[in-house]
């Protein structure tokens, strides 16, 4: 088994600044699009807060990433493609993996930006779209979604399977440390240097049980196994989300 930690949304170089936490809960941003799009800020309730984050770039009207996109079935659908889904197909990611999504959020006018988790996806398929039936293609295209509107790449997919967002900013969401910049995060105990994609350098695990993450890339892979620590941590971390 393994553990996604999958980075989305608003942050400096994406949209211009943190998500924001509105009333105790997280809004996660999508992106900007130019194209491959149907869906507005303002079709998912986000413009005056994309208009706010964003400092006046982007607005209401503009076209955005819908991805991850929660359905009111509970089920979520995430897409990748390019050297981001070459780095999960690696990894072996698939069916009974779990995707953990976070990003860059801070209180809305106030309070300092950190890292923290927003969501999850229980991985039950993993749909290639450059080789999947036109039934499935045409059910993911009329939900809206950015990768089935149009191809990304030739290794374009989409996973499927149960999945949340949270609606309040609980502590045991958060990755960053209180009071430090948000890539010094907390990590889990189970948590050890090799055990995470993109993380292998020894200066980047520290004393104390923090971890200094990379500041770029999308897709950080835990292969876990059969372990129980890290089996337990993340059953509590979607119980979180799904509680708050």
């Not at 999308?218 to 337990?232: D, L, M, T, Y």
Request: with cysteine.
């Amino acid at each position: 088994m393994r553990i996604v930690l999958s980075r989305k949304g608003f942050d400096s170089t994406s949209g211009g600044g943190p998500s924001p936490i509105v009333g105790g809960r997280p809004l996660s941003l999508p992106i900007p699009a130019a194209e491959h799009s149907r869906t507005t800020y303002g079709s998912l309730e986000l413009g005056q807060h994309v208009v706010r984050a964003s400092r006046g770039r982007v607005g209401a009207d503009d076209l955005c990433h819908h991805d991850p996109m929660f359905l009111a079935d509970g089920t979520c659908l995430f897409g990748q493609c390019g050297a981001a889904q070459t780095h999960l197909a690696n990894r072996g990611v698939g069916a009974g993996d779990v995707f953990l999504f976070f990003g860059l959020f801070r209180e809305e006018e106030s309070g300092e930006p950190h890292h923290r988790i927003f969501g999850y996806l229980e991985v039950e398929r993993r749909i290639d779209l450059a080789c999947c039936d036109a039934p499935t293609l045409a059910a993911l295209r009329e939900h809206g979604h950015p990768h089935a509107i149009a191809m990304h790449g030739r290794n374009d997919a989409i996973y499927r399977g149960p999945g949340g967002a949270a609606s309040r900013a609980g502590d045991a969401l958060r990755l960053t440390m209180p009071g430090g910049p948000p890539s010094l995060w907390r990590r889990p105990a189970w948590l050890r240097r090799g055990g995470l994609s993109y993380h292998d350098r020894a200066d980047r695990w520290l004393r104390g049980g923090r971890l200094r993450a990379v500041s770029r890339g999308q897709e950080f892979v835990a292969e876990i196994g059969r372990r129980r620590a890290p089996r337990e941590w993340l059953a509590r971390v979607i119980a979180a989300i799904e509680a708050s």
